[in-house]
């Protein structure tokens, strides 16, 4: 009889399972909240919100198809969001994040937002250690560079900013497991900038497009601001944002959504000077209430538009 311990066979390898439930791993990802969240809180944007809901289905089955054993590589992630200012593209990276993170492409889910200022130095050996900074609070989340073009000016010999860039590259190929850039900005400023540097274009799989709210949307917006801050217009004060809004579409400066948020500020300004030197009690509804006066004070309305009745 042999007394010798015998060698235990080797473990049997792990068979992937022959099929899978979508659905099931759709609710265990969590990411439906995610997504509920991106069309309850944001007015408008109904491309952007498809194309996010094309990525998080995408990511979703590259990873049964990775529990079924087929062929599969690590997604590429890394994204631009084209647009003007105002039109949610920081919010949606926010979002993006969080959709990464529950689906386990990113470790943490957190989102690093920053501008050339936060990536170039000012001197020699000043920007690799404030690039690798900024990438090292990155890790294992979201990198969001806002108007990345700035990082491009080659019409100065001495600028810093190609360094961040060769810098950036390496990181986005190398370390994609763990990193996801997301480069932001005017689109045409945008198209000049990945022309001039193919890197990022060849990095970059998901080109996403925001466009600018239409005068209806900044409406609604202007009323959930309010409401979210405790405040309302009222009907003299909603007829003249409509009038607002097409004045402020008009100019150069005009920032889609930021514009109407300092819009609404710059209303409560002037409807706490009103009530301030009416002085005498105040309730509720007067303190929360906006009025035609608070938007039509505006320099924007300084000329009432041709046929607008007199408030």
Do not use: C, W
């Not at 889910?109 to 900024?134: C, F, M, N, W």
Request: charged share 25%; hydrophobic share 40%; no cysteine.
């Amino acid at each position: 009889m042999n007394t010798h311990p015998t060698t235990p066979p080797d473990a049997e390898p792990l068979v992937p399972p022959a099929r899978l439930d979508l659905a099931d791993m759709y609710r265990e990802s969590e990411i439906g909240p995610l997504l509920a969240e991106l069309d309850r809180d944001l007015i408008g944007l109904k491309p952007v919100k498809t194309r996010i809901r094309e990525i998080a289905a995408y990511l979703l089955v590259a990873k049964a198809r990775a529990k079924l054993g087929l062929e599969t590589s690590t997604p590429t992630l890394h994204m631009a969001f084209t647009g003007n200012p105002g039109t949610g593209k920081t919010t949606v990276a926010l979002r993006m994040a969080g959709i990464l993170h529950r689906l386990g492409y990113v470790r943490k889910g957190h989102l690093v937002s920053v501008t050339r200022d936060d990536l170039v130095g000012q001197y020699i050996g000043h920007t690799a250690p404030k690039t690798k900074e900024v990438l090292k609070r990155a890790m294992g989340g979201v990198l969001f560079i806002d108007e990345a073009y700035y990082l491009y000016r080659p019409e100065n010999e001495k600028d810093y900013g190609q360094e961040a860039i060769e810098i950036l590259l390496q990181v986005m190929e190398n370390q994609r497991d763990d990193l996801v850039v997301i480069l932001a900005g005017y689109a045409d400023r945008m198209q000049t900038f990945f022309s001039a540097n193919p890197g990022f274009r060849s990095r970059i799989a998901h080109h996403i497009d925001f466009p600018d709210y239409d005068d209806g949307e900044l409406l609604e917006i202007a009323r959930v601001v309010a409401a979210k801050e405790g405040y309302r217009f009222d009907a003299g004060a909603e007829a003249a944002l409509v009038d607002y809004i097409a004045a402020r579409r008009a100019q150069p400066d005009f920032a889609n959504a930021r514009s109407i948020r300092n819009a609404f500020d710059r209303a409560r300004l002037r409807q706490a000077v009103r009530l301030f030197e009416a002085g005498g009690e105040v309730d509720a509804a007067a303190l929360s209430t906006l009025t035609a006066a608070e938007i039509r004070a505006s320099r924007v309305l300084a000329r009432p538009p041709v046929g607008a009745a007199e408030v």
